[in-house]
């Protein structure tokens, strides 16, 4: 009874820290089957998702650091959907003011809500990096990812190599996290897999329901190739990799302050 009783606060803590992607779904599926009056669906998706990020930051729920962290993968999103979109991996086929080279603004929030979860689960469960790599690895690293998602095009793909990259440099890794006054661990090299097989099964549903169209859907609706479960695993890593490099650089700074000691000051 104990393990289900953890298993049940594990899985409340996860759904409220997913309460951004919850709400892109559901405008999904709502807009989906019920038209709104005055403006293009992906329009109406751009001003729900403002309001819901106005609401997340008003009510407290997201902090303002959070935000900046969000509203920078908002960006990186945005760009990567514009060359994509470009390329013709995937498209977005109605219309709309809102449109930036054939891809709407609401589209960044979909990269922007990976953010949000992972700092939500962050500080809901009490997540603490162990064995985490130098600074002078981990950022070329995260940059040689998601650049490739963009040279693969003109050049050979080296995800794989990225992948098992990955595993090398962050095979000694671990998070601990805190359910109920528990703290579990978990190999950092999981915590990736398992995060980018969710996203996977979440871009199942967010295609379903229109939020955009790989070329094999164009007639009917079809299962997300299993394969692209290797790039939302890269892009979860490339996420990771950027909300825990600003976290420890917040906690560095952090432990400086308290101990009355300049936040520029390098540690000996």
């Known amino acids: 009874?104990?393990?289900?009783?953890?298993?049940?606060?594990?899985?409340?803590?996860?759904?409220?820290?997913?309460?951004?992607?919850?709400?892109?779904?559901a405008s999904l599926a709502i807009t989906k089957y019920i038209p709104l009056p005055f403006l293009p669906?992906?329009?109406?998706?751009?001003?729900?998702?403002?309001?819901?990020?106005?609401?997340?930051?008003?009510?407290?729920i997201e902090t303002r650091d959070e935000l900046k962290v969000i509203t920078l993968f908002h960006i990186i999103g945005l760009a990567l959907e514009i060359f994509?979109?470009?390329?013709?991996s995937w498209s977005y086929p109605e219309d709309a003011y809102t449109k930036v080279f054939g891809v709407p603004?609401?589209?960044g929030f979909m990269y922007a809500s990976v953010a949000s979860y992972l700092c939500q689960a962050?500080?809901?469960?009490?997540?603490?990096?162990?064995?985490?790599?130098?600074?002078?690895?981990?950022?070329?690293?995260?940059a040689a990812i998601y650049l490739n998602f963009f040279t693969?095009?003109?050049?050979?793909?080296?995800?794989?190599?990225?992948?098992?990259?990955?595993?090398?440099?962050?095979?000694?890794?671990?998070v601990t996290y805190v359910v109920n006054g528990k703290t579990y661990?978990?190999?950092?090299?999981?915590?990736?897999?398992?995060?980018?097989?969710?996203?996977?099964?979440?871009?199942?549903?967010?295609?379903?329901?229109g939020a955009w169209q790989y070329p094999n859907q164009t007639e009917a609706w079809s299962l997300v190739h299993l394969g692209k479960v290797s790039s939302w695993l890269l892009l979860v890593i490339v996420s990771f990799?950027?909300?825990?490099?600003?976290?420890?650089?917040?906690?560095?700074?952090?432990?400086?302050?308290e101990y009355g000691v300049s936040p520029l000051i390098k540690e000996t």
Not at 166 to 172: D, G
């Open 1 to 25: 009874m104990r393990s289900l009783k953890q298993l049940f606060y594990f899985g409340w803590q996860q759904a409220l820290s997913c309460l951004f992607p919850v709400v892109i779904f």
């Open 41 to 60: 669906r992906y329009d109406w998706l751009l001003i729900i998702f403002l309001l819901m990020q106005w609401w997340m930051v008003r009510s407290g």
């Open 84 to 88: 994509k979109v470009h390329m013709g």
């Open 105 to 107: 603004l609401y589209s």
């Open 122 to 142: 962050w500080r809901r469960i009490q997540v603490e990096l162990f064995n985490w790599p130098s600074f002078f690895i981990v950022v070329p690293l995260a």
């Open 152 to 174: 693969h095009h003109f050049w050979i793909d080296i995800r794989w190599w990225l992948s098992a990259l990955v595993i090398i440099v962050f095979w000694k890794s671990y």
């Open 185 to 209: 661990r978990m190999p950092l090299v999981l915590s990736f897999v398992l995060i980018g097989f969710f996203i996977w099964v979440a871009e199942n549903i967010a295609t379903f329901f």
């Open 241 to 257: 990799l950027i909300v825990a490099t600003l976290k420890l650089v917040k906690k560095r700074d952090l432990h400086h302050i």
